[in-house]
């Protein structure tokens, strides 16, 4: 039996309530054979549609003086996460059942510390929202002031800073649920991005990349695995090119080499080696996977996916 730590990309999750309530009936199908075979499971997820979904509306309501003042961006980032986390744990709970393997699976609204002075806030660089033309990004800029980048060749999105976790706030309480036999749906989004005040914390307008969230619930779980889950099969070097090569093991002194050589984009898979990374050299004996959300039953096996290890 293994500790799997499994971080949903965003194509496991829809763009609207609606569609995400559909489909995520199958992207638990993968999640609850995991379970299946024994393995102990705690699931993160991405949020960069659904939190700038919940931003915007909040901001038009208040433009259009329906409400005073719009929810501040930490307050979007939680609410995102309860109603991602309602979907999810419904979903897997019900697939459990039907597979004759009931477990107690829940949401954990969690924050994680950020450092206030880290060098993400000077240099927006996470892309939240919807995709825009060119021509709707520059309107938005003059508009809205927002930050406006393209992405990945797919559109120009809206950029907020995505600094680094330092920890997991509530840490003890994920052990606890893991410890007793649960599946725990926690640093949904990246979590909520806070930073410390007096005693407590306090919100941070930002977006940590829920690879690298992932990457420290991971290493401070003891998690034996770090799957990193998205719409390809394989990392693969020149990507897109007659020479596509893909990879279906990396070790950790290989893949900073091809990062070094720019062989992952930015806003697409250089997080998800990044993450991988942190995690494989982190401990001897961890291994990081990035693999097709059908196929991680055949990534643990070594039959599909992108293997890194130190």
């Known amino acids: 039996m293994s500790r799997i730590v499994v971080a949903l990309g965003g194509n496991a999750l829809g763009n609207s309530p609606e569609e995400q309530l559909q489909l995520v009936k199958n992207t638990v199908k993968p999640i609850a054979e995991l379970i299946?075979?024994?393995?102990?499971?705690?699931?993160?997820?991405?949020?960069?549609?659904?939190?700038?979904?919940?931003n915007l509306v909040f901001e038009t309501a208040e433009h259009d003086k329906v409400i005073k003042h719009a929810m501040p961006f930490?307050?979007?980032?939680?609410?995102?996460?309860?109603?991602i986390?309602?979907?999810?744990?419904n979903a897997l709970r019900a697939e459990l059942n039907a597979i004759g393997h009931h477990k107690e699976v829940t949401t954990l609204v969690t924050?994680?510390?950020?450092?206030?002075?880290?060098?993400?806030?000077?240099?927006?660089?996470?892309?939240?929202?919807?995709?825009?033309?060119?021509?709707?990004?520059?309107?938005?800029?003059?508009?809205?002031g927002y930050i406006m980048k393209e992405d990945a060749g797919r559109g120009y999105r809206r950029v907020v800073p995505s600094p680094k976790p330092m920890g997991v706030v509530g840490i003890d309480i994920v052990k606890c649920l893991v410890n007793a036999g649960h599946v725990v749906i926690t640093v949904g989004g990246g979590g909520i991005p806070v930073a410390k005040d007096g005693f407590g914390y306090r919100g941070v307008a930002a977006v940590i990349d829920k690879d690298f969230a992932s990457q420290k619930l991971a290493d401070l779980v003891e998690a034996d695995y770090l799957f990193?889950?998205?719409?390809?099969?394989?990392?693969?070097?020149?990507?897109?090119?007659?020479?596509?090569?893909?990879?279906?093991?990396?070790?950790?002194?290989?893949?900073?080499?091809?990062?070094?050589?720019g062989h992952f984009a930015k806003g697409s898979m250089l997080p998800k080696v990044e993450a991988a990374i942190l995690f494989a050299e982190s401990k001897p004996g961890r291994v990081a996977i990035i693999a097709s959300l059908e196929k991680a039953a055949l990534a643990l096996e070594g039959n599909s996916g992108t293997k890194i290890t130190l």
């Open 228 to 261: 990193i889950l998205t719409a390809v099969e394989r990392v693969a070097i020149n990507f897109n090119k007659p020479n596509q090569l893909e990879l279906d093991h990396l070790s950790v002194a290989q893949a900073k080499e091809y990062i070094k050589e």
């Open 74 to 83: 930490p307050e979007c980032g939680a609410m995102s996460q309860g109603y």
């Open 85 to 89: 986390g309602y979907h999810l744990q």
């Open 36 to 54: 299946a075979r024994g393995h102990e499971v705690l699931i993160a997820h991405g949020n960069g549609p659904q939190v700038g979904m919940i």
């Open 111 to 144: 924050e994680v510390e950020v450092d206030p002075n880290d060098a993400a806030f000077e240099h927006p660089s996470k892309p939240i929202g919807s995709f825009h033309t060119e021509a709707e990004a520059k309107e938005l800029e003059i508009k809205k």
